[in-house]
């Protein structure tokens, strides 16, 4: 009796040729595949651009925090800046965060910012839309005197009592925390503008850090699980939908491996396009949202330094969608293997 012969097995560019014809025939089932991949890749992508990002910008963010606590100190003791009127007086140069805070007064709501500066310390740009009063008017029903710049408040030779004649608070406020403050005046108190972060500020911070970590890992978890679930669902209605196909390419002689490898190639090609595109828009949607809330320059200046992290954390992002994709085809793809050719002949599906 002669011996069967082994079965032929198919080479791989067969396989591949397969399931591109498939995907071109299912088009509109590919697509939503490679949408589910896609935003999981995008969400990924988007937390870890992020992260690049947000250490490019990091020394941004510190300064806005210090102008924020300068005006709240201010606003503890005069009350809210909008409608009230403070005047300026520079007694050395002006620090970055000092230059910011005067900025961020002017584009308030406050209704007059006052200007003596004899010795012409500031700017133009930081001059203007500053009135220029001299000191026995400059504080004229004015909510607080703002000492600018690090040198002695004496060594400008003003008499602060005059000075604050006719203030509607006798407040004199030091913006730089090495300035030496004025010598003391009746009724007229000082404040800094400046200061150390308190105990429980350091840990309110450190404690908003943990929150963040915990929310990024639980975003990345989210969008792997959605990624996982989307890409099987996907791949077990294409296992159904192609029954009697599974059936006739048995039925033909293709092996229970060769079922499953058109499956894994399927879920890989589309965890690669996904990945790609996933990477791509979760990058672009992460940086329109710095560029929104940052400057170009200070942007791109962080994207620069961070741009090694970036390019790592895009092909982590590509290869973590095709691990997921081909993850998530193993159980469909045994599925259809397992099939018995004259059960998915009979499927009417």
């Known amino acids: ?27 509109g089932r590919s697509v939503v595949t490679i949408s589910g991949v896609i935003l999981g890749v995008a969400f990924l992508m988007s937390i870890l651009s992020g992260i690049v990002l947000k250490e490019g910008v990091a020394e941004e963010d510190e300064l806005r925090l210090e102008i924020q606590r300068m005006q709240n100190f201010l606003e503890a003791e005069t009350g809210l800046v909008a409608d009230r009127s403070f005047a300026v007086i ?36 930081q001059a203007d839309r500053l009135r220029t009063l001299p000191p026995d008017r400059l504080m004229e ?24 004649t006719g203030a509607r608070q006798p407040v004199i406020a030091l913006s730089n925390p090495r300035a030496t403050p004025p010598a003391p005046a009746p009724g007229v108190s000082v404040i800094r503008l400046s200061r150390e972060l308190r105990p429980e500020e350091i840990r309110a911070r450190e404690e908003q850090a943990r929150k963040d970590r915990f929310r ?45 490898r058109m499956f894994i190639i399927e879920s ?20 329109v949202a710095y560029l929104v809330t940052y400057s170009p320059g200070l942007v791109f200046t962080g994207l620069g330094q961070g741009l090694g992290l970036l390019a790592f954390a895009g092909a ?9 994709s081909i993850i998530a085809a193993i159980y469909p793809a045994n599925v259809a293997a397992r099939m018995l050719p004259a059960v998915a002949l009979r499927s009417n599906v």
Do not use: Y
């Open 141 to 164: 029903q004015a909510s607080g005197l703002i000492l600018m710049g690090s040198a002695a408040a004496d060594d400008l030779d003003l008499d602060i009592t005059t000075v604050m």
């Open 216 to 260: 990024d890992l639980w975003i990345i978890a989210i969008s792997i699980l959605v990624t996982v679930i989307g890409i099987s669902n996907a791949m077990l209605m294409s296992v159904t939908e192609r029954f009697r196909e599974i059936g006739t390419m048995k039925c033909l002689g293709a092996l229970s491996a060769f079922v499953r």
């Open 90 to 125: 520079p007694v050395g140069p002006l620090s970055t965060p000092e230059a910011r805070f005067l900025e961020r007064l002017k584009r308030s709501q406050a209704s007059e910012i006052r200007l003596h500066d004899p010795r012409g310390l500031l700017t133009p740009a």
């Open 268 to 287: 890989a090609i589309m965890g690669i396009v996904g990945g790609l595109l996933g990477s791509l828009g979760g990058f672009l949607f992460t940086l």
């Open 316 to 324: 982590a992002a590509v290869v973590i969608g095709l691990v997921l």
């Open 1 to 27: 009796m002669a011996a069967i012969p082994d079965q032929t097995k198919l080479p791989f560019k067969v396989a591949l040729d397969v399931v591109l014809q498939g995907i071109r025939i299912r088009f």
